[in-house]
Nanobody, 122 residues
């Protein structure tokens, strides 16, 4: 049974940093693309970043490029999202999910975690 568990969310002031983790069981993450998505209250879920299988090429949406970094630790079977220079508009529930290849289309992702709340506020 595949399970993805996110952690690392919390309350942070604008300009601060958080590192989210997505720990997987039942599925080797280096054999899948892993994406991070987020959903703010009253808004649709949106893609944030993705790391490809194998070589681990990373992709970012424009709103987070240069501030967020996605990475993977194969030994721990965990994908991370380092978030720096956080803004209030980054406030959302963040989800990780796996797919055959990186895509911004959430319907292409097979397995999802339960989400972790990130709140950026002073």
């Amino acid at each position: 049974q595949v399970q993805l568990v996110e952690s690392g969310g919390g309350l942070v002031q604008p300009g601060g940093s958080l590192r989210l983790s997505c720990a997987a069981s039942g599925l080797p993450l280096d054999n899948s693309a892993t994406g991070w998505f987020r959903q703010a209250p009253g808004k649709e879920r949106e893609a944030v970043s993705c790391i490809s299988s194998g070589s681990g090429y990373s992709y970012y949406v424009d709103s987070v490029r240069g501030r967020f970094t996605i990475s993977r630790d194969n030994a721990k079977n965990t994908v991370y999202l380092q978030m720096n220079s956080l803004k209030p508009e980054d406030t959302a529930v963040y989800y990780c999910a796996t797919a055959w290849e990186c895509t911004w289309t959430s319907a292409e992702y097979d397995y999802w975690g339960q989400g972790t709340q990130v709140t950026v506020s002073s």
